[in-house]
């Protein structure tokens, strides 16, 4: 099931999308999916006379985890994590599918990230391995945009990853999907820049979920970034880039100063 987020003339609404690429049509639902059943209104648009946003607000935290794949690693310098290594974005970060992107002031060296993200659906605390799965709502796509310059003098990586608009997400949240071997895709003006599997990350969506949770009590709507593969590079005003991962769709945004 593909829920996404949309808006027509009045406040944003859920809903559900079905069809094929190019001919989706999206069904209005009652409600919040997140906090409550998923009950269809019998209303029904063309995706294409809908403006899609960010498929979720988390309400309590975006987590993000930074060098998961061990080219990205090798790109970046340094030594892979012998734990995942977190940081908090605040939910002013997320934007949504087609929104711009406005370059913030403080950095020279913006940089995209194409990333797989886990919605989570149900308070958690301490997940064990074999129960990860009973927490996941779902699986959107992330692009990770971050200040390479303020990365490397902040020491912390609150505003380099955290800026307004920076964790673009969408275009809509999938709930039945396989995720351990799929290909995650970058374009930047319409050139693949980056290509990686998800079965290549140091640390899977089910250890991630599980030491996450021993950290923090995850509520219905966080959401977990779960790294980037190598090919990580700038992007400029007016650039456009892409993010898609297998199974899921394509991400687009574009970039202004």
């Not at 064990?128 to 709502?137: A, G, H, K, M, W």
């Not at 779902?138 to 390479?148: E, H, L, S, W």
């Amino acid at each position: 099931m593909r829920i996404a987020r949309f808006v027509t003339e009045a406040e944003p609404a859920y809903g559900i999308v079905t069809g094929d690429p190019g001919e989706e049509t999206i069904t209005e639902l009652t409600g919040d999916p997140f906090y409550g059943s998923v009950q269809q209104t019998g209303t029904t648009h063309s995706i294409d006379d809908v403006r899609l946003v960010a498929p979720i607000i988390p309400r309590s935290k975006v987590v993000g985890v930074g060098r998961n794949y061990a080219d990205h690693v090798a790109e970046m310098g340094g030594e892979p994590p012998v734990s995942p290594l977190l940081f908090l974005v605040p939910n002013t970060a997320v934007s949504g599918p087609n929104e711009p992107i406005t370059l913030p002031s403080f950095s020279e060296e913006v940089s995209y990230e194409a990333e797989l993200a886990v919605v989570i659906g149900r308070i958690c605390k301490d997940v064990p391995l074999e129960r990860v799965d009973e927490v996941i709502f779902g699986y959107t796509v992330a692009n990770d945009i971050t200040a390479r310059d303020a990365q490397r003098t902040d020491g912390q990586w609150a505003r380099a990853k955290g800026f307004d608009g920076s964790t673009p997400l969408g275009p809509w949240v999938e709930t039945d999907l396989d995720v351990e071997d799929l290909e995650i895709t970058g374009r930047l003006n319409g050139e693949v820049v980056q290509r990686g599997r998800t079965s290549e990350m140091i640390f899977g969506v089910p250890e991630l979920i599980s030491q996450i949770s021993q950290a923090f009590t995850l509520l219905p709507g966080d959401v977990i970034l779960t790294g980037t593969p190598a090919g990580v590079g700038t992007v400029s005003d007016g650039d456009r880039f892409e993010a898609e991962v297998e199974g899921l769709g394509t991400l687009v945004n574009h970039f202004r100063r």
